[in-house]
């Protein structure tokens, strides 16, 4: 059965509050339950994590080597300055999918660099919670190769 | 019933040849019957244009207002290069997700430059053919609503 | 007779619909229309071709050398990406008017750079619709001197 | 009976001799006599200010609130550097049309970034006094509507 | 009765030994003291927060929502890197104020530039102690309001 | 009994009507007796200069040497624009106390670099007229030592 | 028998004509009978394709896959623009010569970018009609080898 | 006797197995063995410390004043991040010695710049675990002096 | 007999008091009278001024056409803001040199770009007051041929 | 009879072991070889010269003056950080022609930009030997003008 | 035995003199013994060159193939401005490790750039005539290697 | 008997010859004489050094130490690439003189940068011959000093 690490980067735990023209109004708690739905669906495992510390993400990537199938990661504002967490991904060789609720590029320009992208397989970004969704599926469709 | 409009931009005519360690052996053909096989699954009707002329897909674009609802676009080179498609995207306000095959973050810097991203309602990129089945859900995600 | 070609570059044949806080609600035919109508005022001969092509553009300005008087451009899109166009202006010398209809110096700072205007005799911008019947105006004093 | 105010920038009162490959030969009481007459053509109340003092078209632009219809402003050389006008422009809310004799992009690099563009309704430039007389046309164009 | 939260930033507990040509002998204790004694005549109510960990911060920022009116930070060495927090402020809606003991803008380069000074409601930067006072009063301005 | 010059730049004597969005309603005058009425109870003596000539201030702040014991100034659009007035304040050596009514780091980019900024002792910004009177205190503060 | 294609960008149909300072006064004609010339008397067959059309450019590159033995082209304006060249030049796998009429590196800063040059086998600029003639050797050479 | 604390930063951990390209296939265990070793041989008392969070690094530096002699540290993605472990460095004045890997300057463009380094005594990279005992050498002939 | 201008910039009245590790002890008077010494020597005429307005320089030297042989310019701040100034150079052609007390070149970096020296002849710096002596020399050169 | 001056820059003595990736393993002396076999065909006569001081090719330029009709510079690493080369190639007014073994268009960056090229009548570059080979015949090409 | 190549680069020959602030009063020759002592008690031979000509340092590199089985190099100036060098490097395939004395980083801003690192295997700088004795030992670890 | 050192850089030999529109037709031995002569004049002695060898001219700075008083240097094309000179001129820390006979602010962008100049004590351009000259008597007014 495959299994799979969604990471929630920092502040997706306010999410429903947070800037709704951005994020809309759903809770990380319904994001994660329309996530583990679908994965039921899929026959897959989920393990969530949400952290506000950078440390505590590159701690959990690294420590899931041979754990894990497949990494979901919303590194939400690391995305554009943690090298730890993109090296952290690097170093565990295990695939990663980077995943944004809205589209980082129509919002300051600072928000559309991407440290984490390169070392990522791929990105799925603006769909909202879809994103996550889509990334699961993308998660499936990797593993069965 | 939803209608998808697929562009396939510049060069993706020659997949299955073209620089294989970035886009995989599967022609554009069979590209499209599977995105054709998944459309008939979620209850879509697809159409599909390969061009390598940009006043192509831009004249597309301008006259499938009205007529589609929701465009998926690759618009391979002219991800970097054309405003012209931007501006169609953003003026028939059909919802548009771009999508490109390889990861663009981790090839030549000019790549990961999107001219068109500010105008989507969100990317999808580095899973190969299953970028476009992704985006199909995604569309559907979004007529749904 | 003054002949003049009055060129109108990508997507603006989607006037009336596209983005109205930056182009108004006038269509493309209704701005053609007050354009000949102050032509014949002026005693001058007006041709128009709209294109979302940038070939067909840079075809219609290498064949009019000989036959035109003066070239009223709205570039639109191509303004920021087509050197081609530009070339064609330098290559045929004749007279070229730069029009845009919204102010380019108050939107995405990639706007309020033009490829065109280093080869152009003149940029007039800001306007709406009355920008290409300004540029009519300033055509005319130019072929007079 | 509307009322426009002329402004000319820093080191216009020296046209006629000034770097005449530029700027022609015409003298500025020349010019002002040439919009004048249009004016009373259009029956328009134009006013003239010449300086080579910022804070004397800063002072001129504020205290015309409620007293003008439209500023037609050349910021001449204060078009590159002038935070100061382009704040006056903002603050007082009368349209503003900005005027150059010459085509300001191709010449020297510094010359194509104006500071007063964002600020104003819009700009036109390279057709020699015939900017203002075009201008003049513009200003009476926005105050019908 | 006003609630403001007050937090330090990364090695703001070496104050008095750090680098006293920039920041002064004058402790982090007894600066709180100081802080202390002009909330209780401004009849305020101030908690106080040291950390080095981001993540720490981006917490209590978070969990602050709804018991703090104002937060007052000196984020630091965070005030150049990090993301988060910004988005911290931004996403609980609390008013903010930026300090620094020092003059940022005469030090390297990099110091100049902040990151979170765009979600803060102001900054105050040169003061030495006396910023943080200077805050105080400012934080009782805002909530009058 | 200490003396302070407070020098307000370009366009504020336009304050009350100007972009009431980022500066308020409150007039220029409502702003000096409000920080008369502070100064009185601070036991300092204030005089006021509003200038939009970047030379009456750069004179008025060489002419104060020696005359003055702290200078506040909220340099408005010369921030950006004069080392002018950076060297007179260097040159005289006075504190200098820079004052933003705005929060200058959210607005245009080129509004967050000010050139005044490595003159001055520290800098107060984005707290509407209570700018003036929190740097009223900190002058009083530095007085003091 | 080796089969050389020759590509002449977009304005190259105005040659002759057009700028004579840096192209010469030798018409396309011209040129391709000195092409033809010595390509007869080097034993190849060549074919020539003008066009002002990025998107007919791509799709003859894209076409000649398995017919040509080595590209020649002259990208003109599109050696600055073009990403969808350089991709259907690297994907079809056909060595390509560009080549240029004039030295692109001292004109304008931009000529001196070339976005095909990284795609091609070599380069070859700044001796007029010989570039071509100079390439179509350097074509023999390579296809021998 | 010289009291030496190392600090390894984020991901060290993983070494051994992570990118063994850059890396080599030595654990960290076996390097702090080999440290430990060598520093027998030269008199020296070491530490160690691995975190992969920011915070705890910095926490142990500002700990470490008066207790430590020289500090080394390889930063690893915190030498292009992280300003906080910078200022903690400049703050406890203890002279610390940069270490990496591998040469950082043949990898990506971003891994060239250390914002370490400006607060260090000096950096050594590129030898593998060598580096690391060099570094220790040099420790030695510092503390020396 | 030649007349020379001399003109000094901004804050040049200070001279003296102000940052004298940069401009020594010297006044501007003092300054003045070695000038005329030499201008005596040299059998020239030299008229002085002094102003901290833009404007006023703009002003002098637009009227000093035909009037004055060579001006000598110590633009001082305006070196690095003023477009007008180095537009009144070139617009009345009268031979000019740029003259600075201290070596711009090793001060802060914006200080090493001179806006008035492209239009001026030659430019003296380091010097002290000898910059102008030197200018002086090298006026009566230029007016000899 | 045309006399043909070949200048190898630095480090081509070494050619045949150096980088073959980039080079191949045809040794200078097989180059030389190859060259003047050719010339003899075009009834040319060559002189060599390969040095690793700039100060040598400086000389070399600066003394064929009256003596060299044509001058080819393979400038390798000088390429890109001699402009006393460049002043050489501009002040001798002698036809020179830039030559590359490798295309340095797909190297490293700063491979890509020649000080030399804007000085140079044309550059040839990526053939290999052949480059040489090319540039003599250009030469011949140029001379016969 | 180990044969090892020290190249000093230009204006070593002052060391003693020069800016002792950055490299101490230890001339080149006591630098030499201290190497040379080490040398022999690491069982190395070591040659010595010091030059300030490019070419030589080039030549030198060049003909150490095959002799040499390190080179240590305190490229200096050179650091900053020689391909040739770099080149040099890459071309003879022997390790080669860079030195400097003094911390490169915390200099003017353009020392931190090093053209050499990238050919280089390591970089020791900071640790004044140590760094030579540290790449002594670092050169030992490799050749055992 | 002041004794003062003038070096001339690469290509200077040319003088006379090469680009007259920017050097003027004077030959470099006719400069040395009028410098000779005015070093007479003023009690100096003068020696020459001409070289296109950068090494050559830091040697020669290098040994001066102890034997010149002030050097005067036209660094040439070296001025904008030559950290060894600068290098040379801070190391021996005698008083140098940097000069251009042309205005190198009006020509190409990168020739307004020079390396050497943060190094000399001051700057005297676009004089011609005359520029030593004035170099000259500016060297008489420092060691006077």
């Known amino acids: 059965m495959r ?23 759903t809770t990380l708690d319904e994001i994660n339950q ?58 565990v060789k295990i695939p990663t999918i980077e995943v944004h609720l809205s589209n980082i590029y129509n919002r300051e320009e600072f928000r559309s660099k991407s440290l984490i992208a390169p070392a990522a397989v791929g990105q799925i970004s603006g769909f909202g919670v879809n994103s996550y969704l889509l990334a699961l599926r993308a998660a499936v469709f990797m593993v069965k190769k």
Chains 1, 2, 3, 4, 5, 6, 7, 8, 9, 10, 11, 12 share one sequence.
């Open 34 to 91: 329309r996530i583990s739905k679908l994965a039921r669906e899929l026959d897959c495992q989920v393990e969530f994590l949400q952290s506000n510390h950078e440390g505590v993400i590159v701690d959990a990537i690294g420590s899931s080597k041979g754990k894990v199938d497949v990494i979901i990661i919303n590194p939400a504002a690391f995305t554009h300055t943690s090298v730890a967490i993109r090296d952290a991904v690097s170093g």
């Open 3 to 25: 299994k799979i690490l969604v990471i929630h980067g920092p502040n997706l735990n306010l999410l429903g509050d947070r800037e709704s023209e951005f994020y809309g109004t």
